[in-house]
DNA sequence: TGCTAAATCTCGAAC
DNA sequence: GTTCGAGGTTTAGCA
């Protein structure tokens, strides 16, 4: 079975099943009415609501509440202990259980950080415990990267007569996202945004070229490339003395996907 | 009823439930083997798996694998458009259904920035529709915002003598979080940080005290206060003719709440 | 609406 | 282990 669930089940029933699912490593889901406190690199507190619990395969939870795409409270996976238990309702289970005389707790803990998580119940609409497989791969396209190798793959995507050297070096303030030498003999240094750039990109890009300056004799120009740049910049670019090709992440892709006639675009309108 | 649940309904009754729901604004927790496609920022492919899918009531949509804290794919909340449907295998599918005739789609979409996830079900275990409320108000305690109050509430805590005159104060290059005066007169200046502070909050520190020497006769010192301090970062702020304050948020924290006699501490251990 | 800074950011890679 | 930087970052606060 993928799926074990119980609806509406007793705190004790909830409790075994949950304590259950985290021994075997099987991710849960709880749907019920509780409380949470948080206390580690921060200190937080929840009062009572009706939200969504999911805890992972690898200790990783999170509570839901009925809107927003962050989860309210989590735990982050990986070194996570869990205690979790049902029992009579004890004066360290906060005010919020008023008429209960049963309280269903699970706490979280992992160290470094140091960090607790404290999620009380007073009632449980539905517990669901998962058997997943999941093995599909995963792939993110259009990145950083991905436009860096569509670049050294094909330099006239910034101008013609470039030539690349290398990138991702390493100088003083930071890194160099790609550099070559233009049809003039002269360093380039292009730092590439996959986003609009701001102000701060361009500041970056002209550190990169003043620290390649300081240890060259030969004249060197920064390119800033991405997809378009914010208001104001441009201005700050021409000040700086640098220049700017816009390029767009997803020819960037088609430039890598290319050879392999994958056309990605078609599953969507 | 709080939850209405279908285990292993067949891909139209799921199609139903999660179309009914999205259209009474009901959150909904859906588990599956699924294959998904984002177009928008980027794109995204995710491969064949069994994967848990929370739709929220303002329309956020995530995507669980079985690990981790993060969402495989997602959709913000907010102004989302939702398809969904159950029809035979079309090619637009992908080649993923080997065997399967029949593909519930859930498509959704949203403007600025246009971004369309697109996920495609063969195997649909479990679906749950969810009635939830939670007006629990959420508390979030020693934030830097708690650490200025505290100060400004005693100044002591930084050091003797000093007087609190300003906070947020907007200079040049960008916030003073708090200033004042010390025992002897100079205008100091506070930077704070919640967390470890690297080489970043120092920098950002010598940056407003020589935007306010700028506009002074006075002396003026800077004071770095946080937690603790990264490795380096002392000798950066000895260079800079900068002070570092420890100072711990949870003391923060007991500062501001200590006339309530509030011990949240109590509940953990 | 657009930009800026913070986040219990998380996550991965490099050192 | 720690540090550093990117993220489909998200989110909140303002200009």
Redesign the pocket.
Known sequence: MKVESAQNPDLERAADMIMDAVRKRRAVLIVGRCWVD?L???S?RLGRGERIIMIKEDG?LLIHRPR???????????EVAYHVEAGPYQSSDRREASGCSMVLRIKSVRR?PR?T?NIFFDEVYFVSVLNLTDHGEFS?YA???DMQRAILAQPSLIEDGLRMISYEK?VDP??VDVYGIDKEGRIVVIEIK???A???AALQLARYVESIKASTNRDVRGILVAPGI??GVQRLLTVLGLDFKQLDPKRCVEVIKRSRGDDLLKYFR
């Not at 927003?68 to 990986?78: A, S, T």
């Open positions: 948080y580690g690199r921060a937080s990783a927003g795409y962050e989860p309210v409270n989590w735990m982050p996976g990986g470094r960090e998580l993110l990145s950083e990267e390493k930071g890194f996959r986003r609009t701001g102000k701060e914010a208001k």
